[in-house]
């Protein structure tokens, strides 16, 4: 019983230390790119959002190089991540038409509105970051970290979503528009469907994978309609 209660008390930890990695990293780094190299602001984000993901790296180096290479030894990992994400893109844009049509008559997301805008100034590092760093650096978070607490349940894709989904809001809710909480229906399909494929898979490249199909059509939707 005491071991169990060790190890959840390691878990919990463990999730913590993700989170303080991924606020604290980006804000240090990129105060020293911006202060003593003298980069743009958010070109210094981008650098310390890139050293939140070879932290996280180094720390679980073993496991994450087994299942990488666990991974891209079947088609039908890939194939899975596919799929997985395309429910979840699905449910997303339905939801978004829902809600930007016919309940807030807006262009979306406050988070979604602010990557946009972000990706017009800067085209190339603002692929590296959405469509590589932060899909590996949310789902070591959302996904990997998460499930540590909640155990390898049908509750942890369901609390997975909600966090996801509550966090990608968060941009709005600073600007005091609470509506921005229905963005949580969208954003947290995705997350829903992240947290089934790693369920399914015990690998967080399935979800990785799903995540960066999703990031790297957003980008490509947006540097399109320029």
């Known amino acids: 019983m005491m071991e169990k209660v060790k190890n959840k008390i390691r878990d919990i930890l463990d999730f913590l230390v993700l989170i303080f990695i991924y606020i604290l990293v980006p804000q240090v780094i990129g105060m020293i790119f911006f202060k003593v190299f003298k980069l743009p602001e958010s070109t210094s984000v981008y ?133 921005e909480l229905l963005y949580i229906i969208p954003y947290g399909a995705l997350g829903y469907t992240f947290g089934l494929a790693y369920n399914k898979s015990d690998n967080i490249f399935s979800s990785v994978m799903a995540h960066m199909i999703h990031n790297t059509l957003v980008y490509t939707l947006i540097m399109m309609a320029q």
Not at 56 to 62: E, I, L, P, R, T
Not at 102 to 120: A, H, P, Q
Not at 145 to 169: D, E, M, Y
């Open 47 to 179: 650098l310390g959002n890139f050293f939140v993901l070879v932290i996280y790296f180094v720390m679980y180096k073993d496991k994450l190089l087994k299942n990488l290479k666990d991974y891209f030894s079947k088609v039908s990992n890939f194939s899975d991540s596919l799929k997985y994400w395309g429910i979840g893109f699905g449910i997303m844009i339905f939801s978004n038409i829902i809600i930007n049509v016919f309940i807030l008559n807006n262009g979306g997301s406050t988070n979604e509105n602010l990557v946009r805008d972000s990706l017009k100034i800067y085209p190339i590092i603002g692929f590296l970051s959405i469509s590589v760093v932060a899909p590996f650096v949310e789902e070591m978070i959302f996904r990997f970290g998460l499930r540590k607490i909640t155990g390898k349940n049908k509750f942890f894709p369901l609390v997975s979503a909600l966090i996801f989904g509550f966090v990608h809001t968060i941009a709005g809710l600073q600007d005091g528009n609470f509506l």
